[in-house]
């Protein structure tokens, strides 16, 4: 007996939830809001359970056919046919374009009040303690509403606003990776670097390489000759 596939793309994964799947990121929180009991994972740009296959956004298309050629026809015939088509063979995740969107519709004043503080202050050294005082609660207190606000601890809320901002400065300037690690908030170039990759998928020097306007290729200077 023939088995069927269904697949889908971007917003098609509405049409299909039920089983572990993907969709585009920015439809993260609609999806999980329709589909509560649904195993969503926008972090990656594929998931595969066997006879239902998503991709996350719109040119995932791309993807999601390398995926079925390699699934029916084998290694050789995807290669070969990405090699045709000049895409490469697979091996991207949907973190790698991720932006942090901070949740700020929750109706909790004093936890707004801290996300705005962190707005301002991430590149500071924080902790727990200044945050609480900026939300102008105990501790305790404000780490419970905190997380029930916004989805994250307070630390990795602060993670994602720093990687957030080490991004721009990979994507649109030329400094060193230890004075970005510095500027938004890293005193350990190291340890910037590991949350970094933990967070979007890749290094900083990869993401500059593939984010950046020029691809972080060195400047070539041409002398033209009549």
Known sequence: MATSYFCSVCAGSFL????????????????????????????????????????????????????LVHRFLGPDAMLATARQFLVDPGGREQRFYITFAPVLDHGDAAILRAQQWLQRHSGEPVDIARMAGAARLGERTFLRRFHRATGLRPTEYLQHLRVGKARYQLERSDLAIEAIAW??????????????????????????RRFSPDGGLPTVNCTVRN
């Open 183 to 208: 500027q938004v908030g890293y005193e350990d170039p190291g340890a910037f670097r590991k949350i970094f990759q933990r967070l979007t998928g890749l290094s900083p020097n990869h993401y500059r």
């Open 16 to 67: 299909l939830a039920g089983r572990p799947a993907t969709t585009h990121w920015a439809l993260k929180a609609r999806f999980a809001g329709r589909f509560p009991d649904v195993q969503l994972d926008t972090d990656r740009l594929l998931i595969d359970d066997g006879d239902l296959v998503t991709a996350g956004g719109l040119m995932a298309w791309v993807d999601l056919g390398l995926h």
